[in-house]
């Protein structure tokens, strides 16, 4: 089959919820609009953003990082070693690889240093795996931001990310997830810095194909610890129907995108518990930049411990430190 | 393993979604229980309704129309002959058989009589089999029970049933399906009989396993046409997330159900075109019994051909009909 846009060399990269098919460099066009695209209509950044790119070492996140540079944003990469045996120091060295090859110095943090490595974090968390180590890396990703003035913290969640939360989040009328999840998560008033999600158009098997192709050696196995982590089953739900009705998921999460905020806000009931309250994305945030209208909610202000923004005195990272320490 | 109820029989049917597994005889008692908790807490229908339930053969309309008898209602079933080959005449004599061992004599209206056999119905019409099939006996539904003074219209879905349609709804974000989803819609005031779903509460499997342990004999082959349908492929993905999260599926659809009707109703877009905004379940109704508050729309009037309520001068059955009989 020839490339459907310069109908001259071969196609590389079937897309079949675009009707399209692409030889390798029509697709690295095709993938770079997608993503400008994605990052002009949200208005995620702007060319005097700096920004802080988490990089885990997987293929979303290295790509994420070459597409910004490649688009000539000022990026400096963050990695957060977590501390899993072998697998994190195997992400580490890709990170550091990918960073080295380009002249780059990523940021790095230590867990094990910190104090806090994830597989002992978890036994004292109430909470599934991937939600304290969610916890535990956002902390960091604004922490180090705030501390080191850059304007936003990208991270590599493509479109099959984003449409299973979202599907999770409808499956349990989540109130607080739902009218929090987006794209761009403003800055907010007490510390938090810009959250932008630059790759929410691209799909897990685009992505792939453009750091394949553009020979980015990134880490190809799943984290150890997430194997039973339920949004892996929302993405296969999600399988299920993309393959017999290609497009389904781009136009569920668009779809949600084009939705009144204030409706989405509406839906579902309000959550009990305070972990619950604050959500994945921790506090909310004022809607200080952009389209978006995340809806802000009042917190306690600074945290004893550490001085993060926090809804209790102390933050929630703090209390699972001091619970790991103690141990 | 024992019945968790009567802690002596021995278990016959496991209900992981329900932390439960009981004996025949107690899985019949939370059958009729879920069943009678699913009419009463949604007002579905009163004692004094005159119910008009719709078999076509298949267990989940066999069984509802044994439940409604069990619970004291007063019923006569409605067989519509598909005119499918085959699969119709095999479902036909279910129908006869199990109405004939109860004392029943259900009415039948035979498609091929009527000039709109299914297969050839499909032909002609520019939407998915399935939906011009729901089009037809919706028709059927309504116009047998309105001639003949039925309160009510009961039709077998399930609880998977609804969910799968809400998936769908929401991957679509259809406004309009989305604000009349419900297992109540009442009357209208243009001769619109009110239409129920008592199943609603209990699972195809749970359905399954009552028809099977109370030996009703039902046809077990899935309609030849409807092997594409959309709605088995939401299904599916709800039956992977269901198998590793039971209750998930439950939880979705009940959440759903306590959801403000407003907010539902100012989800999605409103559709385009006429078709679209008619919907799955025919001109919308007036909020005149029960609890629901699904909202009412304007049509026009009674068709000029049939006098059923129709959004144009003909309805839409009898268009189909006229472009069917036309060739």
């Known amino acids: 089959m020839k490339c459907k846009r310069c109908r001259k060399a071969a196609a590389a990269v079937d897309l079949p919820s675009h009707h399209s098919a692409f030889c390798p460099d029509c697709f690295f066009l095709f993938f770079r609009r997608q993503v400008s695209e994605g990052i002009r209509k949200l208005r995620l950044l702007s060319p005097d953003d700096r920004v802080l790119v988490c990089v885990s070492g997987g293929k979303d996140s290295l790509v994420l990082w070459d597409m910004l540079m490649e688009l000539g944003y000022r990026t400096e990469g963050l990695h957060i070693d977590l501390g899993i045996e072998g697998y994190s120091d195997r992400s580490r060295e890709k990170v550091l690889a990918y960073a080295g090859a380009r002249g780059k110095e990523p940021i790095v943090v230590d867990l094990r240093s910190e104090g806090v490595p994830i597989p002992d974090a978890a036994k004292h968390a109430r909470k599934e795996e991937c939600s304290v180590c969610g916890t535990v890396k956002r902390y960091f990703f604004n922490r180090v931001a705030a501390q080191r003035g850059f304007t936003a913290v990208a991270t590599g969640h493509n479109l099959d990310d984003e ?27 007490e510390g938090l810095v810009r959250k932008v999600k630059p790759l929410w158009r691209v799909s897990e098997m685009e992505t792939a194909a453009y750091g394949f192709l553009k020979g980015i050696d990134y880490v190809t196995e799943e984290c150890p610890m997430s194997r039973d982590a339920t949004s892996l089953v929302y993405k296969e739900a999600l399988s299920v129907i993309e393959e017999k009705m290609p497009g389904t998921r781009r136009n569920f999460y668009q779809g949600f995108l084009r939705q009144d905020r204030e409706v989405i806000g509406s839906l579902g009931v309000p959550a009990g518990d305070e972990e619950a309250i604050r959500g994945e994305d921790g506090p909310e945030r004022e809607a ?40």
């Open 163 to 189: 449409a299973a939360r979202l599907l999770g989040n409808l499956l349990h009328w989540d109130r607080d997830h739902l009218s929090r999840q987006h794209p761009l998560l403003p800055e907010g008033p």
């Open 288 to 327: 200080a930049h952009g389209a978006a209208a995340v809806p802000a909610a009042a917190f306690a202000g600074a945290c004893i411990s550490c001085g993060a923004p926090a809804y209790t005195e102390t933050c929630s990272y703090c209390r699972l430190k001091e619970r790991v320490i103690k141990t």
